[in-house]
């Protein structure tokens, strides 16, 4: 118990129940489950894809793997100069864009074509990321905030489910189809 003698376990659930409650705080948490799960875990396969689909070494992997933070990059710096009025629109276009990319990358035999796909699953990323503690903030009343800030992490904590998952996953049918399977069902 805690010195106002409310518990620890009642506290959460007033809290879950709070953020259920605020459909756009509970929609931003959902969207940040999905993508933590379905997309973010593609990082552990894209050196996989290099080497036994794509056919190259170190150097272009490396390139391969920061076409991603490149389209983050440029996405921001777009958002940011052209102002984000819609924020829901861009937070979820941007998770969709970015699931897109991590799919259709899935299927690629081609390098350039295959960073294409790494630049533009980026861009995707910037709209997600530059947009998700904003709506967070804004959707929650004030004394929420913490709370609902607190649901967003445990949502971007469904990451490790999702990369235990596609690892399994890549074991029985393969890289490209386990990824392909988890962008797809996100």
């Not at 933070?69 to 970015?98: C, D, P």
């Not at 299927?107 to 997600?128: E, N, V």
């Not at 967003?152 to 990824?179: D, H, N, T, W, Y």
């Amino acid at each position: 118990l805690r010195n106002d003698g409310k518990s620890t376990l009642t506290e959460i659930a007033g809290a879950i129940k709070a953020i259920r409650m605020n459909q756009t705080v509970w929609a931003a948490i959902l969207v940040t489950v999905a993508l933590n799960f379905f997309g973010f875990p593609h990082v552990q396969l894209v050196p996989v894809i290099a080497r036994d689909i794509l056919n190259v070494g170190s150097t272009l992997y490396g390139i391969l793997a920061s076409a991603t933070g490149l389209g983050a990059i440029t996405g921001t710096l777009v958002i940011a100069s052209l102002g984000a009025r819609r924020k829901g629109t861009i937070y979820t276009l941007g998770a969709t864009l970015m699931l897109t990319g991590i799919f259709m990358f899935s299927f690629s035999t081609t390098y350039a074509i295959s960073l294409m796909l790494m630049f533009i699953a980026g861009i995707g990323l910037s709209g997600f990321v530059t947009m998700q503690i904003a709506l967070v903030l804004e959707g929650a009343e004030p004394e929420m905030r913490g709370r609902a800030l607190g649901g967003r992490a445990l949502g971007i904590g469904s990451a490790v489910f999702g990369v235990l998952f596609v690892g399994q996953l890549a074991e029985i049918v393969g890289a490209q189809k386990a990824l392909a399977m988890l962008s797809g069902s996100g």
